[in-house]
């Protein structure tokens, strides 16, 4: 299932990234403050949506958060109260750079990455008492188990291909 799981991940970065509608900066171009409970609250007019659930102030689409901080900056928790950590950056979309961190139970735990000039280097935290399993992006699925303390890679890089950009379009 590898293929299917990068497909979604192209599309989710194609929905952060784009700023026509459906995707996540679409209500920023339009003035959000907060997350809609839709993609098109707010018609490209400046009308709002006559259809039915039309919050303003929602958090349905709100899991955006919660996917940079998993996929996008590759830090979870593989044990309950981050005993054992799983990370996985991946890089996507124009996004050159990325840098999650969570404190656990144990201490500050991160995940930092940086693309430029066709090269990758990715720096981990792992608090004290805790390890982790390392998935390096580009990697092909080669799993590196560490422990406690920073740890760094640096190697060539190629960033994957994207899907077509999504649109919605209005009658």
């Given amino acids: 299932m ?7 991940t ?5 929905l952060l ?4 509608c459906p995707s996540w900066l679409y209500p920023v171009t339009m003035g959000a403050t907060t997350i809609w409970e839709r993609w098109d609250s707010l ?29 996008v900056g590759g830090l979870a928790a593989a044990a309950p109260g981050y005993r054992r950590l799983d990370v996985r950056p991946q890089p996507g979309g124009s996004l050159t750079s990325a840098h ?3 404190m656990t139970p144990y201490g500050l735990a991160e995940c930092a990455w940086t693309i430029e000039a ?17 998935i390096l992006p580009g990697g092909y699925g080669t799993s590196i188990a560490v ?18 950009i999504f649109a919605r379009h209005y009658t």
């Fill in 2 to 8: 590898p293929c299917v799981a990068l497909v979604s």
């Fill in 10 to 14: 192209n599309a989710a970065f194609h």
């Fill in 17 to 20: 990234m784009q700023h026509e």
């Fill in 43 to 71: 018609l490209p007019n400046g009308s709002v949506n006559p259809g039915e659930m039309t919050s303003f102030n929602h958090y349905a689409l709100g899991a955006v958060a919660d996917w940079l901080h998993r996929t």
């Fill in 100 to 102: 999650a961190r969570h």
């Fill in 118 to 134: 066709e090269h990758i280097e990715v720096m981990v935290v792992i608090p004290p008492n805790t390890t982790a399993t390392v």
């Fill in 147 to 164: 422990g406690s303390g920073t740890h760094r890679w640096a190697y060539p890089y190629q960033k994957p291909g994207h899907l077509p």
